[in-house]
């Protein structure tokens, strides 16, 4: 399993490597200093810090004077030391001069970067797949400010400039590890986009084994597999297919409603938000009726839509209907106003 980003890349489990051998070659070499420094302790009665400065002298070629008693175990003693200390030396220095001068250093510092940013992901959404429509609902989200991890199979894509540093984890989507580390603990969403109907259904069904309650947005590629998309768990299903047929047809038919909507949904580029929200049984809009409770006065919002429990969507609701708990209102209007109006049908706002 690998991890990429089209600059800095993520760890993947061997990113740790370099680091661990040069603390290998480092440990190793201070082992053989102190193997040389009881050494000539023993056999050439010196203190501890001569013993030292004998062991490390010797072991880099220095060539200082000697001290203490030298003798035919002494010398005897320091070519063995010689022999198996620079061997050690040569490969501790190799180890340091890979991590410091071949980028190594560098790409883990840059990896580790990255991995903190990857285990500090919340409320983010998982894409799967980054063919032509996982690129355009990664770049939905990212025009929305909403942070996001894409898993990709093919590492040759994700290079695009518009991704530049984003979280890009190049691997299997269906794997359990791999949606692990793009964090489907704390996502709040996940979307498969994976060229095969077959791939999605796969990549929902483990996604709800491993959080049943994360919502899930499925491709679907051809006509008949909704159903099969559906038994796996998907919540939403989207055919590209399907839709762009639709708008297409409804650009002839009704012009105006779908120029309506590219605004509404344009939100970078107008402040305007549509949402649907619920009245709690607790809010103080149960039992008034539109009129009496002038939302778009007390909130800045409009109502475009009600549904009574049990009932159908009635667009433009009459000043007479009657708010009820449970019912689900389709507002739109600035952030403020929706902000405004979800606290009143949530009871945060005391009655006046």
Known sequence: MRLHSPFPQVPDQDADAPLKRLRYAMALLAAVIVAGAVGYHLLSHLNALDSFYMAITTLFTVGFRELGEVNARTKIFTIFYLIVGLGVATYAISNLTALLLEGDLRGYLMERRMQKRLDDLKDHVIVCGFGKMGFQAAWELKKAGVPFVIIEQDDSKGRSPRFAGELILYGNAMDDLMLERAGIRQARGLITALTTDADN?????????LR????VVARSAKLGTERQLKAAGADHIVSPYEIGGRRMAGLLLK??????FDIVLQQEQLELGLERITISAGSPLVGQTLREARLRHATGSLLVGLV??????????????RFQAGDELLIMGPAEALANLTRLARAEMTRQ
């Open 308 to 321: 009574h429990p049990g009932a159908g969507l009635r667009f433009n609701p009459s000043g007479d209907e």
């Open 255 to 260: 012009p105006e409603m779908m120029k309506f």
């Open 212 to 215: 049943p309650d994360l919502p």
């Open 201 to 209: 259904v796969l990549v929902t069904l483990t996604v709800k084994q």
